[in-house]
């Protein structure tokens, strides 16, 4: 059987999709931040004027802590102020932000340490979401 230029480009487009499903499934699972948006590696993909909803898991326990670091309000307006949803395993830090703009920014979030893990040197993590506002 030989297969036809638009077959093999409806075969590629076939396991694109399947692969983006799969990914979006697996992304939803587990306990990791998530990010609103179309996940294309580091990056997610919004439009103009949609909702960037990210949600950082506060630990086992609820208490590890999160704050926003820096983010660029002339491609993103936030919606509200960061609030914690869930409690205990499921607590998360929850930001909502509107894009205004298209352009690449980043929101970076930055771990608050208990006064112990700082007296043991503990460095902060940090995390990044890169965001590609399209029009």
Known sequence: MRLTVSDRFGARIGVLVMVCAMAAALGACGS?????????????????????????????????QWRVQSFDSSFLTPE?????????????????A??????????????????TEQAQGQAPRTKRFKVEIVP
Do not use: Y
Request: glycine residues 14%; positive net charge.
């Open 32 to 64: 990791g931040p998530r990010v609103s948006g179309l996940s294309f590696g580091n990056a997610r993909f919004v439009t103009v004027g949609d909702t960037v909803t990210v949600r950082m898991p506060l630990g086992d326990d609820g208490s590890r």
């Open 80 to 96: 509200g102020r960061p609030h914690v949803e869930g409690s205990g395993r499921n607590a998360q830090l929850v930001l909502t």
């Open 98 to 115: 509107r894009a205004r703009l298209p352009g690449s920014t980043e929101l970076v979030f930055v771990e608050v340490l208990s006064p």
